[in-house]
């Protein structure tokens, strides 16, 4: 099975086109609160307009938020669950979630 990352990778690869990739891309930075965003642009790709708005907060902890307006999917968390982010765009992403 592929991990999160690899996932990722591999749908970026996917929409590289020798074009995209210059005007497009995946951004994931750290943020101040302290935390995680994940910001991916969906124009050119089969995602364009499709949209999500999701956010989770636990007791633990744990928090995330997930938004998409069609043209960029950005989702942020707690500084431990980089990787739920990802594995929620990957949820996002699927054909099944259209």
């Keep these: 099975m592929n991990s999160s990352l690899e996932i990722l990778q591999k749908w970026y690869a996917s929409v590289c086109d020798g074009d995209w990739e210059h005007s497009y891309g995946i951004r994931i930075e750290t943020t101040d609160n302290p935390g995680w965003i994940l910001v991916v642009d969906l124009v050119r790709t089969s995602l364009h307009g499709r949209t999500c708005d999701r956010e989770y907060q636990s007791v633990d ?13 950005v989702a942020a968390c707690d500084p431990c669950s980089l ?7 990957i949820e996002f992403s699927a054909p099944e979630s259209a």
Aim: charged share 30%.
């Design 61 to 73: 902890g744990f928090w995330m938020s997930a938004k998409s307006d069609g043209i960029e999917f």
């Design 83 to 89: 990787e739920r982010v990802i594995d929620y765009f």
